[in-house]
């Protein structure tokens, strides 16, 4: 299953900093607490995934770590440096790049201009251009699209768009929003296999599943989140083998 | 590669696409320039030795005022297309800028300061000379009413950063009512007349032509009289070229880029690390620059800044102008723009006048104008929607819906209901961005 995977984990071993730390992280909406005193962390090389059922706080999480929303309470800390309270665009800058739930590609927009704009921030035209090139390997589909408008592709295209797109930022962190939703158990292991490989590439992961077993089976570690709190942890393998726990929480 | 440098090249269509693009715009430009020296020429040289016959239809369906009026509305209308075209967002106080480029424009040339008895002469013609209050250089006063519209629209941007769609429209509508209130009723302000009220301030000085008018054999002078016009038109014209030329470079670069992400998708746009409280408020300072420089020039076209004429109408006139012209779209605008403000200042007296002379009737047509650019409007709206010279983009959206909108729409209404309720930035807290 996954012990290949898990062995680039640096997990556990002594005095190895993680890449992003969240601390007793609270969000609020107005007096509603979407998400309640987390920790987690996120450590370089790996997937870890955030897992929970709807309306848990996994993509408000996401969105606390990317800029969008501020913490009520509790930081986050990517490289050793607080970054919950910057503006978005500077967490993009310091190398945290999020595809978002639902897509958001620029519908109207062509797919090259989609992945240009994922490279907003970057002047090293160079590397932009091999990054494009490592996207479109990545996505075989979008190099055929490139002069089409995005909105006018299937959602699995669309979708392998939103990744590469948050891929052209050059991320140290890729936070993905629920990549299988709404999409075809065939394009689902596609998906999954890219993130694989994007891992390999040495960019680590943050994905927010509800397809739970899908998660578990290419992450390193993974968290449940349940209406705000944090209910379980551990190496993704021991979740998927516990059998309760997969009957349980997972609905395996 | 090529996609980096222009949004708009795509890398498979490279250069020579790109030198295609170039070659036609530098066509586009030449015959533009071309077409304003005919003009000049014409109205300079030509029309005052020309047959009552020939000269009286030309001067009554294209009088020269009309089209120097033409020109401050193109201006105009390319700000507002920076700011509702590029960047999406809707602004219905847009007259403010104007209002202010004017004022701007009549307090450093005239004598409205008159406590200043020497007065303030820099680079002012002879003329003025002897006159109490300020006096500067018309071209100072261009830059120094843009660089004043730029300050407004940033202060008039910060509190709408957050505000989208109505409610933005409806705060920029807040803004182009207080702007020109203040000018009319700024006459007794603690005892203070700061803005002369409803009489405005009149005269302004001409425009000094100062070293131009020895190399170029220019009058000394451009002011209101009929002689001086065609110059008008000249300054006028380059300056509209001037705002043709920022418009589409503009648009080309990094900053067209982001606000064109922006007006797609503000969310998207931000996570892709587009700064949005700096694009934003670079959209409205744009714009306003625009109206600044069409304040200014206005003022010399009426030689003066009278607070009647910035009202409410003039805003969401431009925007009419924007809209039936193909918003995004800078040929369009100007098209658009040209064909209303001629049929608003000219096109409807003479049709009128046309129309009463042959079937004997007393319609007074030009007071049905708004009745008139109501009906077209809708008109278009059925239509053609995407403006007369549309942007490619909306073109595409208009005629070729994409497929996934629907679904997509669908998906967003999903999320926001099922997962955290969270789609909507307006029940977030602190939604952190838009934060300054």
Known sequence: MTEATSSTSQRGKQGVQPLLDLTNLSVNYGNIAAVQSINLQ????????????????????LRTISGLLRPRAGEVVFEGRKISGMPGHDVVKAGICHSPEGRRIFQRMTVGENLDLGAFLRKDATQVAADRENVLTLFP?????????AGTMSGGEQQMLAVGRAMLGNPKLLLLDEPSMGLAPVLVDLIFDTIEKIRDQGVTVLLVEQNALAALRIADYAYVLESGHLTLEGPAAELLSDESLTKAYLGG | MTALTSPVAKPPRSARTRQRRLSSQA???????????????FYNQILPNLADSVAGPVSRWAPITAINECLIYVIMALGLNVVVGYAGLLDLGYVAFWAIGSYVGAYLMSDFIFQLKDGIHIGSSTTVRTLPGIHLSFWAVLAIGAAVCALFGILIGFPTLRLRGDYLAIVTLGFGEIIPQFFTNGDRIGGLNLTNGTRGITPVDPINTGYLSNILGLPRTVGLSPASLPYKFLFFSVLAAICVFVSLR??????????????EDELAANMMGVPLVKAKLSAYAVGAIFGGLG?????????GALADSFKYSNSIFV???????GMGNVWGVITGAFV??????????????????????HVEIPSYNFLIF???????????????????RTQQILREPARTEMESVGSDVEAGQASEGDEEPEQSPEPARAAP
Do not use: C, D
Request: proline letters at 2%; zero cysteines; hydrophobic letters at 50%.
């Open chain 2, 250 to 263: 503009i648009r080309g670069g990094r900053l067209g880029r982001s606000w064109l992400a922006i007006r």
């Open chain 1, 141 to 149: 589909v979008l190099r055929e699209r490139l002069q089409q408008k």
């Open chain 2, 295 to 303: 304040g200014v020039a206005y003022a010399e076209h009426v030689g």
């Open chain 2, 374 to 392: 109501g009906t077209l409007l809708v008109l278009m709206m059925l239509f053609r929607r995407e403006g007369l010279l549309p942007e490619r």
């Open chain 2, 340 to 361: 209303l403000a001629w049929i608003n200042n000219t096109g409807l007296q003479e049709f009128g006048n046309t129309f009463n002379g042959w079937f004997g009737t």
């Open chain 1, 42 to 61: 996120v450590h370089p090389g790996e997937i870890v995934t955030l897992i929970g059922s709807n309306g848990a706080g996994k993509s408000t999480t």
């Open chain 2, 27 to 41: 066509v586009w430009s030449l015959s533009l320039v071309t077409l304003v020296i005919a003009a000049f020429i």
């Open chain 2, 319 to 325: 925007l009419i102008m924007v809209v039936l012209g």
